[in-house]
Nanobody
Framework: QVQLVESGGGLVQAGGSLRLSCATSGRTLSTETMGWFRQPPGKEREFVGRIAWSSANTRYADSVKDRFTISRDKALNTVYLQMNSLKPEDTAVYFC?????????????????WGRGTQVTVSS
C-alpha cells in the first residue's frame, strides 16, 4: 500500500507559478512511476506528466510541455510538480498517483494508488 497526499494548490493569476507536492508513505518506492493527472471541472481526468522513481526520467503531456516540470526527492519520498506560465485552462483538481506497470502510463487506469487531489485555480 502507498499513501499519497498532495499539497500546494491554490488560486493564482494567469502567468503565475505554483509548486505542488505529493508526499508518499507506506512503502519504499523503487521501480514505480509517479504520475500527475488533473481533472478540469466537468471533464475527464487527464494525464499531465510522470517520472520514473529510480531514474527520474520524465514525460509530459503536450499541453504542459515546457511549462511544467516534475521532480522527485528520494530522501523525502516526495514528488513535485512545478507549474509555470499558468493559464486559465490549467484550472483543475490535480492528483498524484503511483503505478507499478511499465506501459500505458498516460492512462489513469494504469495507476493503482491515488491521492485525494489539490485544487488549482488560475484566474484570467
Amino acid at each position: 500500500q502507498v499513501q499519497l497526499v498532495e499539497s500546494g494548490g491554490g488560486l493564482v493569476q494567469a502567468g503565475g507559478s505554483l509548486r505542488l507536492s505529493c508526499a508518499t508513505s507506506g512503502r519504499t518506492l523503487s521501480t514505480e512511476t509517479m504520475g500527475w493527472f488533473r481533472q478540469p471541472p466537468g471533464k475527464e481526468r487527464e494525464f499531465v506528466g510522470r517520472i520514473a522513481w529510480s531514474s527520474a526520467n520524465t514525460r509530459y503531456a503536450d499541453s504542459v510541455k515546457d511549462r511544467f516540470t516534475i521532480s522527485r526527492d528520494k530522501a523525502l519520498n516526495t514528488v513535485y510538480l512545478q507549474m509555470n506560465s499558468l493559464k486559465p485552462e490549467d484550472t483543475a483538481v490535480y492528483f498524484c498517483a503511483v503505478s507499478t506497470l511499465y506501459t500505458g502510463l498516460s492512462i489513469p487506469g494504469s495507476y493503482a494508488y491515488w491521492g485525494r487531489g489539490t485544487q488549482v485555480t488560475v484566474s484570467s
